[in-house]
């Protein structure tokens, strides 16, 4: 995780925070690094590192894989309730969702921008 996330100014206690409500479970830190990073880069750390922080009340370990559902939930309920998002952009952010848990297959970007008829940049996805 602190690879994977050098370039964010965490705090000695927020990593610590971090690491512990990981704790064996490799998705919930791969999860968790992917939120984090995308949220710095919208100058949201303080928000994504509370999500984080306030996710769980236990250390995660072997067998606690059900967790990772609260941790998404968490994850997306922060998304779609974000002051900042406009109505359009909720919109399209659950049209992707949606497809994307109703797909048979993975999918490219471009390939889900193209059944959702979403012009311009893709990778905004």
Excluded at 37 to 45: D, R, S, Y
Excluded at 54 to 72: C, H, K, T
Excluded at 86 to 96: A, C, D, E, F, I
Aim: net charge neutral; with cysteine; hydrophobic share 40%.
């Amino acid at each position: 995780m602190r690879k994977e996330l050098h370039d964010i100014p965490l705090t000695h206690a927020q990593w610590r925070s971090i690491v512990d409500r990981c704790g064996m479970l490799f998705i919930y830190a791969a999860t968790t690094c992917r939120y984090i990073k995308q949220e710095h880069e919208m100058h949201n750390l303080a928000t994504a590192v509370s999500v984080i922080m306030n996710s769980a009340s236990v250390p995660m370990e072997q067998g606690d894989e059900s967790v990772i559902d609260e941790l998404y939930k968490t994850i997306l309920d922060t998304a779609f309730n974000r002051s900042r998002a406009s109505q359009g952009n909720k919109r399209r952010m659950r049209m992707v969702l949606e497809t994307a848990v109703c797909a048979i297959e993975p999918m490219t970007k471009i390939a889900m921008a193209k059944i959702l008829n979403l012009d311009g940049d893709t990778p905004d996805l």
